[in-house]
């Protein structure tokens, strides 16, 4: 078991976060990829969130990984259990709903919330 990781460690890794970031318990900034994320200022995430910048569940299916980066824009809030997908990019003043699942990239000033995650 890798263990957990501070905001700090992963800054140290690579990760790229803006002013006021507040994550609750058990958020989860993928470890193995976190230079591919870029978070912006005044985001909240919710308990349980999962941001994920690869996702190897396809290579044994098609030999590959999916791999991409995830862009959160400022003002946004992601609810709690929310999983965000690689390759995509959130706008500013965005609420996602909790439980979400985050497919494809938001336009900035709207709600969205379901699986896959709507306007």
């Not at 980066?69 to 995509?88: K, T, Y």
Request: glycine share 12%.
């Amino acid at each position: 078991m890798r263990g957990e990781y501070t905001v700090e460690d992963l800054v140290k890794m690579g990760l790229t976060v803006g002013k006021n970031f507040n994550p609750q318990l058990r958020v989860t900034l993928d470890p193995s990829h976190c230079w591919l994320i870029t978070i912006g200022d005044n985001v909240t995430m919710a308990p349980d969130v999962h941001v994920l910048a690869h996702d190897a569940s396809t290579c044994i299916h098609v030999g590959y990984a999916k791999i991409g980066r995830v862009n959160i824009g400022n003002n946004v809030f992601i609810g709690a259990g929310s999983i965000i997908l690689p390759g995509v990019n959130i706008g500013d003043n965005v609420v996602v709903g909790a439980g979400s699942v985050v497919s494809r990239s938001l336009e900035s000033g709207h709600v969205y919330a379901g699986n896959p995650a709507r306007k």
